[in-house]
């Protein structure tokens, strides 16, 4: 998973290595720092910070591995309730890392297909992950970079936040991340973008439905910390399940199957227990044990 930071700020910024904590995959906690994702813990709220920042977060195997390792960890974890993505330094994410492009145009097709294969798998965990997601994008979303802020589950911006799908200027296509982008902006949208590689502001992110929010630069974080807040006075399973509920349909063409898995659906929520505690705090006129008491 990489590092662990125990921290009340949150914002991206410089980390002193006396403040880290590190577990897992790392042999020198001289090399903490250089770490390429840091996980802050901040009580029910994940905060997953890509840590390139001299190379504008660029993706290479190494932070492909790191970031499905943290994803998979806080999904497995019940004290965790929100996850929030955002990159250290200048950028969100500037896609694909040079060296690492170099490294795979001298591979083979085996090799090339199994590393696109672990990015894939990086983008569904992201997708799938059963706890809330939020993406804050500041500086440059390029390529893979725009992948993750497609999975997410809110996005919100800067205005100054620039986006890009480049990759057919180098004779490639997103295609790993081509379900989640399309899905985000629309196929129609998509055939542009791919095809034109043109470079793109985060007020036409939002047009396109890629951001849910354009905020000030200022206002980046208590814009994020309010959609937090929200999100804590869900109930957690029902946030889980309503990834599945949205996923599910989408994707089923069957009204009659729909309706039956539905039904079924709402009536196991109405007799859990979360479900009982929510109805009976409601009824009750008091807030459900799972609220978090606002600072």
């Not at 930071?5 to 790392?26: D, E, K, M, S, Y």
């Not at 919100?156 to 379900?179: D, N, Q, Y």
């Not at 980046?220 to 509920?245: E, I, M, S, Y």
């Not at 996923?247 to 898995?261: F, G, M, S």
Request: a negative charge; charged letters at 25%.
């Amino acid at each position: 998973m990489g590092i662990v930071l125990n921290t009340t700020t949150g914002a991206p910024g410089n980390v002193g290595a006396a403040q880290l904590a590190i577990i897992g995959g790392i042999d020198d906690p001289g090399t903490a720092v250089s770490h390429p994702l840091l996980s802050l813990r901040e009580g029910p709220v994940a905060r997953l910070r890509l840590n390139r920042p001299e190379l504008h977060n660029a993706f290479d195997a190494r932070l492909i591995a790191a970031l499905t390792g943290a994803l998979t960890a806080v999904a497995g974890d019940p004290h965790v309730r929100v996850v929030i993505l955002e990159g250290e330094g200048a950028s969100f994410s500037a896609g694909a890392d040079l060296n690492w492009m170099r490294g795979m145009a001298a591979a083979g097709e085996d090799e090339n297909r199994d590393d696109a294969l672990a990015l894939a798998r990086l983008m569904r965990t992201l997708d799938e992950l059963p706890k809330p997601t939020i993406a804050r994008v500041h500086g440059a979303a390029f390529g893979g970079g725009v992948g993750l802020v497609a999975c997410c589950d809110i996005a919100i911006g800067a205005p100054a936040a620039k986006f890009g799908l480049t990759e057919s200027k180098l004779g490639l296509l997103p295609a790993v991340i081509s379900p989640y982008v399309v899905e985000a902006i629309g196929p129609r949208e998509a055939r542009r973008w791919f095809a034109t590689a043109e470079i793109f502001g985060a007020d036409v992110a939002h047009r396109l439905g890629l951001l849910h929010e354009v905020v000030a630069e200022e206002d980046l974080d208590a814009t994020v910390q309010r959609q937090v807040d929200l999100l804590l006075k869900a109930g957690p399973h029902a946030a889980a399940q309503a990834k599945a509920l949205v996923r599910r349909v989408a994707q089923t063409t069957d009204r009659d199957t729909l309706d039956a898995d539905n039904a079924a659906l709402i009536a196991r929520l109405r007799v859990s227990e979360e479900g009982q505690e929510g109805l009976g705090a409601f009824l009750d006129k008091r807030k459900p044990r799972w609220c978090v008491p606002e600072a």
